[in-house]
C-alpha cells in the first residue's frame, strides 16, 4: 500500500493542498485545506498582501489597554484567576484575555496548537545549511546540563560516560 504524504484540496479534489486555514467559529475549531486556486477563489490571498506588522501590534496594544482597564471578573471553576476569561470566552473570541491564560486553559489549548504545529515549543526558524549545526548545538548543551547533574548527584560513573559521550562529537561542537 501506497501512501501519499500530501492531502488534496477539500474544495476541488483534484489538486494539492497547500492553503491551511484555521477558524474558531460559534466555539468549534474548523479547518479547511484548499490548492492556491480555490483559496483565491474563496477570496483567500495567500501572496499577494505584505504583512501589515504596525497594524497588527497597534490592534494588539488596543487590545492589552482594554484588558488592563476592564476589571477582572469573578474567577469561578474554569476561569483563568488573573483576568477572569473563561474557556467560553477563549473560543467564541479566538484569543486569550491574559498571558496566564494560558496556563489556565493548558489543557484545551494544548491540543489545538499540537494540531497546528506539531509541537507545543516555538523553536524558530533555522537556514538550511545551520540546521545540522544547530542540532549538534542543541544535543551538545543537553549532554552538558546531563554531566552537570550527574556530577551534582554524585553518580560519577554516569557523568564519565557523557564526558565521553560530549567528547566524541565532532570537532569544534565540544568546545565550551
Do not use: W
Not at 554531566?147 to 570537532?171: C, G, H
Amino acid at each position: 500500500m501506497i501512501f501519499s504524504r500530501f492531502m488534496l484540496c477539500e474544495s476541488c479534489h483534484q489538486k494539492e493542498a497547500t492553503v491551511h486555514v484555521t477558524q474558531i467559529v460559534g466555539g468549534q475549531v474548523e479547518k479547511h485545506h484548499l490548492c492556491e486556486a480555490c483559496a483565491a477563489a474563496q477570496g483567500l490571498d495567500v501572496h499577494g498582501q505584505p504583512l501589515d506588522l504596525s497594524g497588527m501590534l497597534a490592534t494588539l496594544k488596543q487590545q492589552l489597554d482594554q484588558v488592563r482597564e476592564s476589571p477582572p471578573a469573578a474567577a469561578g471553576p474554569g476561569a483563568c484567576p488573573a483576568c477572569g476569561t473563561t474557556r467560553t470566552d477563549v473560543l467564541k473570541r479566538g484569543r486569550m484575555g491574559c498571558d496566564h491564560c494560558y496556563e489556565s486553559f493548558a489543557g484545551e489549548i494544548i491540543p489545538v496548537v499540537l494540531s497546528l504545529q506539531h509541537s507545543d515549543q516555538h523553536l524558530g526558524k533555522v537556514p538550511r545549511h545551520a540546521s545540522e549545526r544547530m542540532k549538534s548545538s542543541v544535543e551538545l548543551a543537553r549532554l552538558r546540563r546531563e554531566l552537570d547533574r550527574a556530577v551534582a548527584s554524585e553518580n560519577y560513573e554516569e557523568a564519565a560516560q557523557l564526558r565521553d559521550r560530549i567528547k566524541a562529537l565532532p570537532a569544534g561542537e565540544a568546545a565550551p
